[in-house]
């Protein structure tokens, strides 16, 4: 039997559960999310219940050939054929059999925990040591309750060394991440002072952090940063770093630029060492320290730590959708490949289904610790699961082994370049197209050769943050409430399908554009939810009915309108939704108006009335509370009266994003989620880590000059030199939705991690920022707004709100999506 294979008996005996086997079956694949089932033979399917209860995912895994589950209770159909096992806590199980699985195997296992750089730590370790290890390691961040046994499953005969990061966010947690990792070496990065919802205060956070070292016979830390815990350190031997500490095991006393390296000297064991890292920013130099300490400690020469730190490559976890050439999407993953990071690279590709052809450009894998015959079966067989229609492989393992592969489509190539100079063999048009390949094959060429060139200013956009940010929200629902996410105007300036896609995905119940054009460009990207249109122009209607969007009704004259147009066209039950203004006063019905929208939809078999809403003027303002409750009465009175004269149930909804955040009393069947998605929330302070921001503008600098005290900069001569110093000029320009108010030192940007002001007007295409004093040179990221310099700080510079910047981003500006 291979390692990580069991049979269901033993896996019911492991994990402690009841529940009859009414068939021997082996299992070597643990599932827990029903969207994402590629290989559903040996597959084990744990019922989890996070913001939606795991049991209604069961029938769906079931028609994906799932045939084992773990669940709390039995289902309420009977399903043939298949094993229920029942357990008090099905989380709980799957750690616990995570936990059997770690201690079969006695390996090394290095234990990464802190606030930052975890991942960049493991996969940085991860490539300074996969010369001599056979490792295995958590993909991408796998590090959470549920990430972290599916990481540690992944440990078989062959590995000699682990690395797993362990994420937490509640007291409680580490433990449990303990028991599955069981590291006997740990390492703790950087620990942020952010505030931390889950916990009451900074030293229970490091408190639960340091659980994590329980069993560790040896600790890798920065010494500085742990000096009021030292009593709380549980590690038996520490080894130590440290920039101020002279008797830290690693002591660093000399840090200098040198080109574009960062060359740092230290005392260790007595003796002065020294070593070159390819990065400049703080970040990375921190964690290449720890790098650094932790291959030190683990008894690494010197000289030859310093060869490889040298060589240390970015860590890129992103995937990355750009725009490609001949209308194709690209998805960007070039920097690693390995069975697991394909998996979820796959999972993103048929995410984003725009295109209706999908396409994988791969090269070899190496250090899977499988032989190579098994792994590329099992490349092939998730490729084929994945249902990719083109497949180009490059490297001679997969070339040798091209009858594997059964797909659509398929082309063979030796080497990158060979694949480059035969671009027009398998050809590209309308595809979305995933680049993945191992690091010595050079894929960002390929990405380069596929990828449309982009004006230097990009908006970037954060899947992830839009995702953790609609599961805070979704968190503060009650149980059953549907929720619509506000997709209009480009989503916030945000993109179209992009997100849209990712809302789908993620199995939000409604979208809501702006006007019909909206969405139809929906439609036409796949996206096949249900789509309710704010202000449906009557021009637009039979494309309204074309591309079954459904429009909302918020006054008489539409309400005649529509009908006759569904009436002509030999429609009924036209879906529709109606608009009441309870206080808004800027679309809807009166609340004086409900008799007689009674007698109009009464017996009309032209359209079915699907919700009901209101909006919120002032949801976020205390000072307007009296008159949001106000506004909530009216609605449930006028929604009561159309509901009392149609004879079937309607959706009921009112919250906006700060609906949602301050008045859990007017949730009704569904809320609509706008800016809050986008990670702004008036009501929620902008330190509490809950939500993130999930777009920052990027910018560069084109000159700098010098200029003498007096000089006047831009058009009116309106900045003036009050000393000697440098401007520069970036290319972003009110045109590019960067406004004119933000000119003459209103506004500023993050250069270098420095704020400076702009001076002078703000031009169409470019503006000019004082950087007197600041160390910049031409080519330099300049920063518009991100998570750190936030577009709220923006808002307030020039007196409007974040909307207002957000969708004023033209369109010229690039966006690129990624997702972690
Ligand atoms: C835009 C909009 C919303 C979303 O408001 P946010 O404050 O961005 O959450 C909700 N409902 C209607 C009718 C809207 O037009």
Redesign the pocket.
């Known amino acids: 039997m291979l390692s990580n294979q069991y049979s269901i008996t033993e896996v019911k005996q492991i994990i402690n559960a009841e529940g009859e086997i009414i068939k021997e079956d082996l299992i070597s694949v643990l599932l827990t999310d029903s969207r994402r089932i590629n290989i559903a033979a040996e597959g084990l399917f744990f019922a989890l219940s996070g913001r939606r209860n795991g049991h209604e995912f069961i029938a769906e895994a079931y028609s994906a050939g799932v045939r084992n589950f773990v669940v709390k209770q039995g289902p309420e159909i009977k399903l043939p054929d298949a094993n229920f096992l029942i357990v008090v806590d099905v989380l709980l199980a799957l750690q616990t059999l995570a936990r059997h699985h770690r201690n079969r195997f006695n390996l090394d296992v290095i234990g990464i925990t802190g606030s930052n750089g975890k991942t960049i730590v493991k996969e940085w370790l991860y490539q300074l040591m996969a010369a001599d290890k056979i490792i295995v390691r958590n993909p991408k961040s796998y590090n959470s309750q549920i990430g972290v046994p599916l990481s540690v499953w992944q440990i078989n005969e062959k590995n000699n060394l682990g690395i797993f990061e362990a994420g937490i966010s509640l007291p409680g947690e580490m433990e449990k991440l303990e028991a599955v990792i069981k590291p006997n070496i740990g390492i703790l990065t950087h620990l942020g002072t952010a505030h931390d919802s889950g916990f009451e205060n900074t030293r229970e956070k490091v408190l639960e952090k340091l659980k994590l070292f329980k069993h560790c016979t040896l600790l890798i830390h920065n010494y500085d940063q742990l000096v009021d815990y030292q009593q709380d350190i549980p590690a038996t031997t520490c080894f130590t770093w440290s920039r101020s500490f002279k008797q830290a095991d690693l002591y660093v006393f000399s840090e200098t630029v040198i080109k574009k390296n960062y060359y740092l000297r230290a005392i260790f064991r007595e003796k002065e060492i020294e070593c070159l890292i390819p990065f400049l920013d703080q970040a990375s130099i921190e964690n290449a320290i720890i790098c650094w300490a932790a291959l030190l400690a683990l008894g690494y020469p010197a000289a030859e730590v310093d060869k490889r730190l040298e060589r240390l490559n970015p860590v890129s976890m992103r995937l990355e959708l750009k725009t490609g050439i001949n209308d194709c999407s690209v998805i960007d993953d070039s920097y690693n490949s390995d069975i697991q990071s394909l998996e979820i690279a796959l999972n993103f590709l048929n995410q984003q289904n725009q295109h209706h052809k999908k396409t994988l450009i791969l090269s070899d894998i190496f250090q899977s610790g499988l032989q190579e015959d098994v792994l590329y079966k099992q490349v092939a067989e998730l490729i084929k699961s994945k249902k990719v229609d083109k497949f180009i492989g490059v490297g001679t393992a997969l070339l040798s082994r091209q009858e594997y592969f059964d797909v659509p489509e398929k082309f063979f190539f030796t080497d990158t370049t060979e694949l480059l100079n035969n671009l027009l063999t398998p050809g590209f048009k309308s595809e979305t197209i995933l680049i993945k390949g191992s690091r010595s094959f050079e894929f960002e060429r390929v990405s380069r050769a596929l990828v449309q060139k982009t004006h230097e200013t990009v908006m970037e956009i954060n899947l992830n943050a839009m995702l953790n940010n609609l599961n805070y929200y979704k968190s503060k629902l009650k149980p059953g409430v549907k929720l619509m996410a506000?997709v209009?105007a480009f989503s916030?300036g945000s993109g179209t399908f992009e997100l849209a896609n990712m809302l789908q995905y993620n199995k939000v119940d409604y979208l809501?554009v702006?006007y019909t054009d909206e969405g139809i460009s929906l439609r036409q990207a796949g996206i096949t939810m249900p789509i309710m249109v704010?202000n449906a122009e009557q021009s637009a209607f039979d494309k309204l009915a074309e591309f079954k969007l459904e429009p909302v009704i918020y006054s008489f004259g539409l309400f005649d309108n529509f009908i006759k147009f569904v009436q002509q066209n030999d429609i009924l039950n036209y879906p529709v939704h109606l608009?009441i203004d309870t206080g808004m006063h800027r679309l809807g019905f009166e609340p004086v108006d409900m008799d007689l929208l009674c007698d109009l939809l009464e017996e009309n078999k032209y359209i079915r009335v699907l919700s009901m809403?209101s909006?919120l003027a002032a949801?976020e303002a205390p000072e307007h509370d009296q008159f949001t409750r106000e506004q909530i009465g009216r609605f449930e009175k006028a929604a009561g009266a159309i509901e009392d004269c149609l004879n079937y149930k309607v959706i009921k909804h009112l919250s906006?994003?700060?609906?949602i955040t301050r008045w859990p009393s007017a949730q009704f069947d569904m809320v609509?989620?706008?800016?809050?998605l986008y990670g702004i929330d008036a009501a929620v302070p902008a330190d509490d880590s809950a939500l993130q921001p999930i777009t920052s503008l990027k910018t560069s600098i084109s000159q700098v000059k010098k200029l003498v005290a007096g000089d006047t900069v831009g058009y009116g001569r309106n900045g003036v030199m009050k000393n000697d110093g440098r401007i520069a000029t970036v290319r972003i320009g009110y045109a590019d939705g960067y406004l004119r108010a933000f000119g003459n030192g209103v506004g500023n940007m993050l250069v270098n991690g420095v704020l400076v002001p702009t001076i002078g007007n703000v031009s169409m295409d470019m503006c000019m920022i004082d950087v007197s004093g600041v160390e910049v040179k031409e080519g330099d990221e300049v920063i518009v707004f991100n998570e750190q310099h936030r577009i709220e700080e923006l808002a307030t510079q020039i007196g409007t709100i974040p909307?207002e910047i957000l969708t004023n981003i033209s369109q010229r500006v690039k966006r690129v999506y990624f997702y972690e």
Do not use: C, E, P, W
């Open positions: 506000m209009k916030y809501a702006a704010l608009k809403f909006h949801s906006n994003t700060s609906g609509r989620l706008g800016i809050g909307y």
